[in-house]
T-cell receptor
Framework: GAGVSQSPRYKVAKRGQDVALRCDPI?????LFWYQQALGQGPEFLTY????????KSGLPSDRFFAERPEGSVSTLKIQRTQQEDSAVYLC????????????????FGPGTRLTVL | RKEVEQDPGPFNVPEGATVAFNCTYS??????FFWYRQDCRKEPKLLMS???SGNEDGRFTAQLNRASQYISLLIRDSKLSDSATYLC?????????????FGDGTTLTVKP
């Protein structure tokens, strides 16, 4: 595909359940970002990968959140023991270069996964 | 205080109007700046980068004032299709890494 894809598009989880959200970035893109977007707010940075290396995870809200990109392409964001406050849209974005090479890198966003925790 | 602040609006303007959005950022180490557009229930998409000298793309003009830590977006001759939320984005780079900080957006509705 030409763009960033995410799956599932919608996820309803019971409180305490574990969830896994998948991101397929644009082929060849070095950088991958995860964001959390609550209703009426802008995307909040969660974590950044350069290829398979997770270089910044300062935005992950708790140790229940874990992200990986083992082969430098597909990434998974896992949330353990989900809580109601985890309900949000989770956006994945990729960009061609790493931020150290070019700070003016366009980020291409996927459609997001809307997570609802009951 | 948020690192990137925007007037949330909403801005309701008639077609053909000129409208300006402002954004302030608090981290003086910020290095690159952008405006993204987000339609309702869609993903953000890059509208334009913001360069130190200011830049223009058709009806859109972006300005950066590093001394005041302020970014602006001007839209001339508004179209109905300009109705969206406009997100101000600031990149802070660290060695081999970085972080993008988004504002909460300014909502624009252009009416006939």
């Amino acid at each position: 595909g030409a763009g960033v894809s995410q799956s599932p598009r919608y996820k309803v989880a019971k409180r305490g359940q574990d969830v896994a959200l998948r991101c397929d970035p644009i082929s060849g893109h070095v950088s991958l970002f995860w964001y959390q977007q609550a209703l009426g707010q802008g995307p909040e940075f969660l974590t950044y990968f350069q290829n398979e290396a997770q270089l910044d995870k300062s935005g992950l809200p708790s140790d229940r959140f874990f992200a990986e990109r083992p082969e430098g392409s597909v990434s998974t964001l896992k949330i353990q023991r989900t809580q109601q406050e985890d309900s949000a849209v989770y956006l994945c974005a990729s960009s061609l270069k790493n931020l150290a090479v070019s700070s003016y890198n366009e980020q291409f966003f996927g459609p997001g996964t809307r997570l609802t925790v009951l | 205080r948020k690192e990137v602040e925007q007037d949330p609006g909403p801005f309701n303007v008639p077609e053909g109007a000129t409208v300006a959005f402002n954004c302030t950022y608090s981290n003086s180490a910020s290095q690159s700046f952008f405006w993204y557009r987000q339609d309702c229930r869609k993903e953000p998409k890059l509208l334009m980068s913001v360069y130190s000298s200011g830049n223009e793309d058709g009806r859109f003009t972006a300005q950066l004032n590093r001394a005041s830590q302020y970014i602006s977006l001007l839209i001339r001759d508004s179209k109905l299709s300009d109705s969206a939320t406009y997100l101000c984005v600031v990149n802070i780079l660290r060695t081999n890494a970085g972080k993008s900080t988004f504002g909460d957006g300014t909502t624009l509705t252009v009416k006939p």
